[in-house]
Structures are given as C-alpha cells and as structure tokens.
C-alpha cells in the first residue's frame, strides 16, 4: 500500500522539544519534495517546512532558527526537529512528498495521516 506513517507527536511543555518521523512506503519512489505542515481546528492547512533533493530547505518564518528538516534517503523517511515549542503552535502535523508509484511512475502528491502535538502548560 502506497501510503506515509507518522510518529513522534506528544504533549509537551512550553519551550521543549519534539522530533517527528515520516515514513515512506518503499513503493514510493523519486521522491524529490517532502513537506510538513500543520493544521488547526478551522483553519487551513500551512507548510512548516520543506526540504528538496539536494537537501535545500524552506521555513515558514514562524519557526526559523527553531525547526530543523532533515531526510534519509535510503530510509525514505523525513523528519521534522522541533525546538522551543510554542503553545500556538498546538497543530495536528501531517507529512507530505512528491513521488512516483513503483507501478505508474506517475509523479503526484502523497500524504500521512497526521500526528498531534500539544504544547501546554
């Protein structure tokens, strides 16, 4: 099944720190764009981060300098760090990349199913 999982989401406290993981199905393949993004209840969902083939990164300007993209290849996992959580920023995560199915080679969007993080005090 062609599909992303997600991890690491929790609860945690002002200030600290969360590291989300992204796995790809191996039938997933040329991924060149991962993306995370976050959505609140009623509102639309926005990208957090973004990160390319040759490892060039994007930011959303809320979380520059805090959060930190990163990407294993030959895992065909992304990963999201995140540091000094703020309690706005309390968002179902969900991942996203831009492939091609091992049996279509077709190039389209793919997405995770979303994880919550809670940043309360």
């Known amino acids: 099944q062609v599909q992303l999982v997600e991890s690491g989401g929790g609860l945690v406290q002002p200030g600290a720190s969360l590291r989300l993981s992204c796995a790809a199905s191996?039938?997933?393949?040329?991924?060149?764009?991962y993306g995370w993004y976050r959505q609140a209840p009623g509102k639309q969902r926005e990208l957090v981060a973004a990160i390319i083939s040759d490892s060039g990164t994007r930011y959303a300007d809320s979380v520059k300098g805090r959060f930190t993209i990163s990407r294993d290849n030959v895992q065909n996992k992304v990963y999201l760090q995140m540091n000094s959580l703020k309690p706005e920023e309390t968002d179902v995560y969900y991942c996203?990349?831009?492939?091609?199915?091992?049996?279509?080679?077709?190039?389209?969007?793919?997405w995770g199913q979303g994880t919550q993080v809670t940043v309360s005090s």
């Open positions: 191996r039938s997933i393949v040329s991924i060149v764009t």
């Open positions: 996203k990349c831009i492939g091609k199915t091992s049996i279509t080679m077709t190039r389209r969007e793919y």
